[in-house]
């Protein structure tokens, strides 16, 4: 049984889904995140099931990302040694981030 768990989030790595979450909802690989170059740096388009996204601009001070348009402001927390979870408008992702030990 872990030996499937683990090959089914190693599949859906690799096809660019991440745990997601709408609402009160528990988090699932539902969600799909494109990568885009622009003027102001990296950005990712992370899109739900529904067709509902959110678009977040990645940082390079240390915060990881930021909301890339809209009102509303990401609130970023690290989870574990190589993610983070980003909180947005009633929505949370999970993203792998490289986070530095604090000193």
């Keep these: 049984m872990a030996q499937v768990e683990a090959q089914t989030r190693t ?3 690799e096809e660019g889904r991440i745990l997601c979450a ?3 909802a528990t988090l699932a690989r539902d969600c799909t995140i494109e990568q885009t170059q622009a003027q102001g740096g990296l950005l990712l388009t992370v ?3 529904d067709g509902a996204f ?5 940082t390079t001070d240390g ?3 930021i909301a890339a348009d809209g009102a ?3 609130k970023v927390t690290v989870v ?3 993610g983070i979870e980003v ?3 009633g929505d949370r992702y999970r993203l792998p981030a490289t986070v530095k030990p604090t000193q």
């Design 87 to 89: 909180a947005l408008g």
């Design 22 to 24: 709408q609402g009160g």
């Design 80 to 82: 574990g040694t190589d």
């Design 47 to 49: 899109r739900h099931p």
């Design 11 to 13: 599949d859906a790595a």
């Design 72 to 74: 509303e402001v990401a």
């Design 63 to 65: 915060r990881g990302v």
């Design 54 to 58: 959110h678009r977040l601009q990645v």
